[in-house]
């Protein structure tokens, strides 16, 4: 397998942090997650949570917004604000209803044949109708923006084992592991992209090598 620092290309532009929660689905069941051990906590503070844990970087406002709809379904309800605390932040607790609905969830594969097709796959279902020289370019960006992200999950991963401190088994710290599954998968697109490249581009090579040239296809029309 290709070693992780072989895609690390460091570029005059920052890597992103990691994959981006995309969609109303997940939220919903990253907010109830994080509220499942019962304690009290404000949209401010499973926004930095969630961005310790994870490694990524994430607004508040969507978990504010996905707060209210949970306590509308019922699945977290609002709580009294410590003494002290900042009374414009209001903490929610996760209900019975809503932890039940996220041990559902937890149960559910991981791997459904169903789930949504990830967005390389698809766009490089179609790459090929476009022109050789945006398939090139396009390839490129693509390789460019993967290197990209995989050296700023190692860069993660490496302050992440930097800051590890000895914790007892009630704080399983899965971050590391997070981060390297997310480096594989780095690794992986990378090693596609340039498999894909080395087929298209020998894919154009017969292509032109079986297609007749002016002089003949102009003897071929005129008969001669």
């Not at 895609?7 to 907010?31: F, S």
């Not at 051990?37 to 996905?66: C, D």
């Not at 090693?191 to 017969?206: A, G, H, K, L, N």
Request: net charge positive.
């Amino acid at each position: 397998m290709t070693n992780p620092r072989t895609i690390v290309e460091r570029r005059p532009y920052p890597a992103p942090g990691g994959p981006q929660l995309r969609g109303g689905g997940l939220y919903r069941y990253l907010v109830l997650g994080l509220l499942r051990n019962g304690a009290a906590r404000h949209g401010y503070a499973l926004m930095k949570e969630y961005q310790q844990r994870s490694a990524t970087p994430i607004g508040s406002g969507r978990f504010y917004s996905k707060l209210q709809r949970l306590a509308a379904e019922g699945l977290v309800t609002t709580a009294a604000n410590a003494p002290g605390a900042d009374g414009r932040r209001t903490p929610y607790r996760i209900t019975s209803a809503g932890a039940e609905c996220f041990d559902g969830w937890l149960r559910e594969s991981a791997a459904s044949d169903t789930r949504r097709e990830d967005d390389l796959c698809a766009r490089a279902l179609l790459l090929a109708a476009a022109e050789p020289a945006v398939v090139s370019a396009t390839l490129d960006r693509w390789r460019g923006e993967i290197s990209s992200r995989g050296a700023g999950i190692e860069e993660a991963l490496v302050r992440a084992l930097d800051t590890r401190t000895p914790s007892s088994p009630s704080a399983f710290d899965p971050l590391p592991l997070l981060l390297r599954r997310r480096l594989k998968h780095a690794v992986a697109d990378v090693e596609f992209i340039d498999e894909f490249r080395q087929s298209y581009e020998r894919w154009t090579r017969r292509s032109a090598n079986g297609r007749p040239s002016a002089a003949a296809a102009a003897r071929r029309r005129s008969g001669t």
